[in-house]
């Protein structure tokens, strides 16, 4: 392992396929800058699940820390030495950290849902609608349970996944499940699945509440608000963004890579460039 003090090159990267809308390398290109770390790089690389073993294999010593997205949060706790507990108990990473023991997994996506909605004002809420019942859905029970969430319904094809319903369960939620387009009233609605992937939206439920206004958090962002987004905010929801939740799981990843407090308005500022005020989506990005 390389000393903090040393002036060799540290690599860090964002893994996943695809991988070519990835704001990661914004946000911790930023963080590296305002921290002074001159020799830290950050980049992407598309990598699915078979290519992963042997992509991971081939690092050397001077790479500091992976961010994980879809397909690759479940493979990687594989690929860890060491599990930290909440990595454990969803089945998730979305960051791998080099130590001398190996591989660390972590999960830091759960923090980035907690905070994208605590800046949205969604606070106190009692029941969660979840659509989809993978891997970032474990994430996103996980922080619905930590800010007190009593119940929660999966909206999924078929039936929820046997391990994300064992997970909720521990966790103390009333678990139950619907059919994909049949909305019930919930508190909040967190959409893990791709926008195309939501069906039924015309039939989503109308509030008109001014106090502890109901929330949509749709963490699969691209360029633009996604269907869900539009129809949520037409029928009078708050919308939490998914850019931040990126923001707040970047900043944790960071303090876990370089060992130092992650610089949170530096990389928020970089963030914000990149992202239409109105929506809090990506803005399109240049041809």
Same mark, same amino acid.
């Given at each position: 392992m390389l000393s903090e003090g040393s002036a060799m090159p540290r690599h860090c990267a964002v893994w996943g396929s695809p991988i070519g809308h990835s704001l990661s390398p914004v946000l911790h290109r930023a963080a590296y800058a305002a921290l002074g770390l001159r020799t830290?790089?950050?980049d992407r690389r598309e990598v699915d699940v078979a290519a992963f073993p042997d992509a991971l294999a081939g690092l050397d010593d001077t790479w500091r820390g992976l961010s994980l997205t879809m397909p690759l949060k479940e493979v990687a706790l594989t690929a860890a030495s060491?599990? #930290?507990? *909440?990595?454990?108990?969803? !089945?998730?990473?979305? *960051? $791998?950290?080099? =130590?001398?023991?190996?591989?660390?997994?972590h999960n830091t996506d759960i923090h980035g849902i907690e905070a994208a909605l605590l800046v949205a004002g969604c606070v106190d809420t009692t029941h969660a609608l979840v659509i989809g019942s993978g891997? *970032? %859905?474990?994430?996103?029970?996980? &922080?619905?349970?930590?800010? !007190? =969430?009593r119940r929660v319904t999966f909206m999924v094809r078929d039936r929820p996944r046997p391990e994300t319903v064992e997970q909720a369960e521990r966790a103390g $939620?009333?678990? #139950?499940?619907? &059919?994909?387009g049949d909305w019930p009233l919930a508190d909040v609605v967190i959409s893990t699945v791709?926008?195309?992937?939501?069906?039924? /939206?015309?039939?989503? +439920?109308?509030?008109d509440r001014d106090e502890s206004p109901l929330t949509v958090l749709?963490?699969?962002?691209?360029? !633009? +608000? =996604?269907?869900?987004?539009?129809?949520?905010?037409?029928?009078?929801? *708050?919308? &939490?963004? !998914?850019? #931040?939740? /990126?923001?707040?799981?970047?900043?944790?990843?960071?303090?876990?890579? =370089?060992?130092? +407090? &992650?610089p949170l308005d530096a990389m928020a500022t970089a963030l914000a %460039?990149?992202? #239409?005020?109105?929506?809090?989506?990506?803005l399109p990005t240049p041809s």
């Open positions: 830290w790089t950050y060491v599990v #930290d507990a *909440t990595a454990r108990d969803t !089945g998730s990473a979305n *960051t $791998l950290v080099a =130590t001398p023991a190996g591989w660390h997994a891997a *970032t %859905a474990r994430s996103a029970v996980a &922080a619905l349970a930590a800010s !007190g =969430t $939620l009333v678990v #139950d499940a619907v &059919a994909l791709p926008p195309e992937a939501v069906p039924g /939206l015309d039939a989503f +439920p109308v509030t749709d963490v699969v962002y691209g360029h !633009g +608000p =996604t269907p869900l987004q539009r129809r949520a905010r037409a029928c009078g929801w *708050t919308l &939490a963004a !998914g850019t #931040d939740m /990126l923001l707040h799981q970047a900043a944790a990843q960071v303090t876990l890579m =370089t060992g130092r +407090p &992650a %460039a990149l992202v #239409d005020p109105e929506w809090g989506t990506p």
